[in-house]
């Protein structure tokens, strides 16, 4: 999926009843219907705003996050 630089992106921090509660980049909680996202929901997920309120997850942001964290853990704990 390819962005812009402005593009918001949300992380999915977890799942309640019919919404996803999301952190923003900046911090910010975000509270999403499940309904307006399309893709396979699961805490940690990135999404986007495709356009007019409805959201997409991004696999591939995803996975550059989780491959982030991994590594920054590695180097944490390899000392």
Same mark, same amino acid.
């Given at each position: 999926?390819?962005?812009? &630089? ?5 992380? *999915?921090?977890?799942? @309640? ?7 923003? =980049?900046?911090? /910010? ?10 893709? &396979? ?5 990135? *999404?986007?705003?495709? @356009? ?7 696999? =591939?942001?995803? /996975?550059?996050?989780r491959k ?10 390899d000392e």
């Open positions: 999926m390819k962005m812009n &630089d402005n593009t918001i992106r949300l992380s *999915i921090d977890r799942i @309640e009843e019919d919404k996803a509660v999301c952190i923003s =980049d900046s911090g /910010e909680t975000v509270i999403i219907p499940i309904s307006s996202v399309t893709g &396979d929901l699961s805490d940690g997920k990135i *999404i986007v705003e495709c @356009e007019n309120g409805v959201y997409s997850v991004d696999e =591939d942001e995803t /996975e550059r996050r982030a964290v991994f590594e920054l853990s590695e180097s944490l704990f």
